[in-house]
């Protein structure tokens, strides 16, 4: 009940400037794909895209992420790797800037009870572009993400064929110089529905909702979105739920 308590008030907080913001709107598509494939010992490489459409006022990004995790345990594992994104310039002839990141995650998970409840600290060291024109800048950030997963199985299991509510919300503070933005400069919240399709794969449906903070006046840009995930993962590693 703890886990639970913690996320409302995260959603509850989070949903507090999306309502002094601009955009939000209909729904847009996210997809993502994900794969957790055995190393040597008890490491793994992770590998991931994604692909973020665009609404109005936030634009549309794509990105590939490559990571070596070590599973310390079943409910905890440390990662570090590296993500190259192309983030839409919002231009008519579809040009892109790149963005280079390295990051460093710790991932630990509580599976024992009928809630499962997994935390997710990851920082992350970025050079962005506007525009392909101008110069890299160096924005580093730190990234803190609350999951919980709910067995909708007897017992609270989850079996191959079982369906499982998820929620999460997920806080960014920048780090670098934030030239009149929040530190707080961007909040991720979702739920949906997922289902175990084999002791290896997850699949989930999710309604997320995005808000970022822009300028010195705090005026939070927003966007929905239906994100469908894709997650193959070690079957002894399906406890963290790291769809």
Known sequence: ??????????????????????????????????????????WSL??????RQSNALLTAQHLGRVGFRLHVGPS???????????????????????????YQEVAIADATGPVRASHRLRAEERWLRSSPETAFRFAPRLRYQLRLVVPLHSGGQLPVGSLFIVAADEVFAG???????????????????????????????????????????????????VQLSVAVALPTHVALVRL
């Open 46 to 51: 992770y590998s991931e895209v994604e692909s």
């Open 76 to 102: 905890f594992s440390l990662t570090t790797g590296y993500v190259l994104a192309a983030n839409d310039c919002g231009r008519p002839n579809g040009a892109t800037a790149p963005e280079h990141r390295f």
């Open 175 to 225: 780090l670098g110089r934030q030239e009149g933005r929040s530190f707080l400069e961007e909040n991720r919240a979702s739920a949906g529905l997922g289902y175990r399709a084999s002791r290896r794969t997850m699949l989930e449906m999710s309604y997320l909702h995005q808000s970022q903070a822009a300028g010195a006046a705090g005026m939070a840009l927003s966007r929905n979105a």
């Open 1 to 42: 009940m703890k886990h639970l308590f913690l996320l409302l008030l995260a959603l509850l907080c989070a949903s507090g400037p999306a309502a002094y913001g601009q955009g939000g709107g209909a729904p847009v598509g996210w997809v993502k794909l994900s794969l957790d494939s055995p190393l040597r010992g008890h």
